[in-house]
């Protein structure tokens, strides 16, 4: 937690400041209003009470009362501004550090945790700022100033004072050894609640098509009722904080009482002036200890508080903490410029992902010119989508280096190397907003009639949205639901065009599309975009034949490069998977 303190701005240490002079005023004045008390209550017991005395007394406990009222809004203010600027500055810098992220990390924590670590973990850091943060202050200056101002009376009614809050301190004790585990517990479970959520919504269709809604709803039930019986046994143990809180103040008020009438019937009357004024002192120090010893109960009390949501709040703190404190793998290079000739080079390029004792690539060798279309081909798990993850830098190499236009991709900036790169992922991702939107990702302030556009519409083969309600500006909902595979792929395609980078990577990018809207989007890329470095990552084998070069992997390792011609004649694997799809007079 006191890592996390960190991320308060000057702004906000400022408000504490004012915080702090703000709560010592309420407690200050909290604790005059009984010496009013006391005069007034001396006053009566003594038989000496005037008109004069009672409206003035009277009238300071009214201004003591308004002034803490107006002292205590005051602090409250100040209390929700730290929370919100210190929860915003905590998203902020947790929503950059995940957008840093590389793939090795991000396989380190899971979306819905990460989800969580983002919303619910930052707003229990939240509450706590903005009712904790005024406790921790205000509870230790009524404690000590009320203790201060009760030793100056009986030691017998201090003494009483002293039990009840060591009762209640054992209580809260033994609760929060009892309850930490379980809070730690719970933000692992709400994870795992997220993460079954997520997954029943985004597979819906599935679910229903193989009628497995019960299922499901076994599943979620699960770690529903596992969270559950977390939260109930914590709600539990806490909840019998109320009733040993309320029989210690009400014992304290009668052992008071009880005390007090004792020393009261013990004094000496035999001088009756004497003794009655001893009696109207005790009886006014008894009232005024009544309410000091309830302050000093309040301060325990927001103590209490503070121990039943810190526990809670320190394991919210420490997974922040984990997102934060997580060395980025990628480190940014310096170069922020160079030549754009789209020349790509693999040499003694090998692999390995974190963990794993065997390479997923193996001594790559090979290179692309500039203008050349090459593509990637090979069994399932060969490697393919490694290639593509290792040239936009997901992951740095294991082993040799990447070289793209002359120079080793670690020395790029990470912002110059994706500008040098446009792909269109295996699986076609659209943004909320609308289809220009998507096309021009990043670029959304460029005019409707952006010639560009409409070229890189045209390339991607994608008319349908000429047809659409809005055209370009048709209603794209989350993931792109409301639009079929092949329609998502081509405004994908299209995004990638409208980047107008050197390589254009298509990873797996026209598998759902039909046979004629694939060669149509392939000859107009071809013949639009000479130019251009093309990589393509395909299983079919009419995507990739017509490609200048075709590189086949297995099991990590290159089995051959050459044309379509070249690689049926010496290559046994491109055969094979040639022979699985077409026969050999299509051949």
Request: glycine share 6%.
């Amino acid at each position: 937690m006191i890592k996390l303190l960190k991320n308060l701005k000057l702004k906000d240490y400022l408000y504490i400041l004012l915080l702090i002079i703000f709560i010592v005023g309420q407690v200050w004045l909290d604790l005059t209003l009984p010496d009013y008390t006391k005069e007034l209550t001396l006053a009566i017991s003594t038989e000496t009470a005037t008109m004069d005395i009672i409206l003035t007394n009277g009238g300071m406990m009214i201004l003591c009362a308004v002034g803490s009222m107006l002292f205590a809004m005051a602090s409250v203010f100040c209390c929700s501004q730290i929370a919100a600027s210190f929860a915003k500055n905590i998203r902020t810098k947790l929503f950059d550090q995940v957008m840093n992220f590389s793939n090795l990390e991000m396989n380190e924590f899971s979306t819905p945790s990460l989800i969580t670590r983002t919303t619910n973990d930052v707003v229990q850091i939240q509450n706590f700022m903005a009712m904790g943060l005024q406790m921790i202050i205000k509870a230790p200056i009524m404690a000590i100033w009320a203790i201060c101002k009760i030793s100056t009376t009986r030691i017998e009614w201090t003494l009483a004072a002293i039990i009840s809050v060591a009762i209640i301190i054992t209580v809260v004790v033994i609760l929060v050894a009892l309850c930490l585990p379980k809070f730690r517990l719970i933000q692992k479970l709400t994870d795992k609640l997220n993460d079954t959520t997520r997954e029943n919504i985004t597979g819906v269709r599935v679910v229903r098509a193989y009628n497995s809604m019960d299922y499901q709803e076994n599943k979620f039930k699960k770690a529903n009722d596992e969270i559950t019986k977390t939260n109930l046994f914590t709600s539990r143990a806490m909840g019998l904080l109320n009733p040993v809180m309320t029989i210690c103040m009400n014992g304290l008020t009668l052992s008071i009482y009880l005390i007090g009438a004792i020393l009261i019937n013990q004094v000496n009357m035999t001088n009756i002036t004497a003794g009655m004024i001893e009696r109207g002192e005790l009886f006014a120090n008894m009232s005024i200890f009544t309410q000091y010893a309830m302050q000093v109960i309040m301060a325990f009390m927001m103590l209490i508080m503070i121990f039943i949501i810190l526990p809670r709040t320190m394991v919210s703190a420490k997974r922040i903490n984990e997102v934060l404190d997580k060395k980025i793998s990628i480190k940014d290079g310096t170069l922020a410029n160079g030549n754009d000739s789209g020349l790509i080079e693999f040499k003694n390029v090998s692999f390995s992902y974190q963990g794993d004792d065997y390479y997923a690539l193996s001594d790559l060798n090979f290179s692309i010119n500039k203008g050349e279309t090459v593509a990637f081909i090979g069994r399932t798990g060969s490697g393919k989508s490694t290639i593509i993850n290792l040239l936009n830098r997901f992951y740095d190499v294991t082993k040799g280096e990447i070289i793209i236009d002359g120079e080793n991709i670690k020395n790029y900036k990470e912002e110059a190397l994706r500008n040098k790169i446009a792909t269109v992922a295996q699986k076609a991702v659209l943004f909320q907003g609308d289809v220009k939107e998507n096309i021009l990702y990043g670029c959304n302030d460029t005019k409707d009639d952006d010639p560009k556009i409409n070229k890189a519409i045209q390339i991607a083969h994608a008319d349908f949205i000429y047809n659409l309600e809005n055209g370009i500006h048709h209603h794209v909902a989350q993931g792109g639901s409301n639009f079929s595979g092949g329609q998502k792929q081509r405004i994908s395609i299209a995004r990638a065009i409208y980047k107008d980078s050197s390589i254009i990577i298509f990873d797996d990018s026209f598998s759902a599309l039909d046979y004629k809207t694939d060669y149509l989007v392939r000859k107009s890329i071809k013949e639009e975009l000479k130019d251009r470095t093309i990589i393509i990552v395909a299983q079919r084998i009419g995507t990739i034949k017509n490609a200048d070069k075709i590189i086949v992997l297995d099991d990590g390792k290159i089995s051959g490069i050459g044309t379509h011609e070249e690689l049926l004649n010496n290559n046994e694997i491109y055969k094979e998977i040639a022979l699985s799809q077409l026969s050999k007079e299509e051949l």
